[in-house]
């Protein structure tokens, strides 16, 4: 088996509250796109201790290769599964955010830019 065929996408069940929606946003501050993913846009995910979204990880896509952006490690109940970061999207074709539910496992979502 392959880590690939865990990661959960877009046509499973749960994929509401699970599958990270990818977006470029306009950041207040400074004027330039910034990245936001939420994890339960459509049906917000429960945040207790014993059913949480533990980290969220994001990648850009450069000729065919994951690079990672950033890593965020949310501590139950007071991390909510939104999270926003700014990077450098030269030479990036795609935006892909993999998320981790400690009961329902790996799920991913993209953007193409
Ligand atoms: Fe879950």
């Known amino acids: 088996m392959k880590l690939g065929?865990?990661?959960k996408g877009g046509a499973q069940e749960g994929k509401e509250k699970h599958v990270p929606v990818v977006e470029l946003v306009s950041c207040k501050e400074c004027?330039?796109?910034a990245i936001k993913v939420t994890v339960g846009k459509e049906v917000a995910h429960p945040n207790t201790v014993e059913h949480h979204i533990k980290w969220i990880a994001l990648f850009?896509?450069?000729?065919?290769?994951?690079?990672?952006?950033?890593?965020?490690d949310l501590g139950?109940?007071?991390g909510k599964?939104?999270?926003?970061?700014?990077?450098?999207?030269?030479?990036l074709s795609e935006l892909v955010a993999v998320e981790y539910c400690n009961i329902h496992g790996l799920w991913e979502g993209s953007l193409k830019l």
Do not use: C, Q, R, S
């Open 31 to 33: 004027g330039e796109n």
């Open 5 to 7: 065929d865990l990661v």
């Open 81 to 91: 599964p939104t999270v926003v970061t700014h990077a450098n999207l030269e030479g």
């Open 60 to 72: 850009g896509v450069k000729n065919g290769v994951a690079v990672h952006i950033a890593t965020f």
């Open 76 to 78: 139950p109940t007071y």
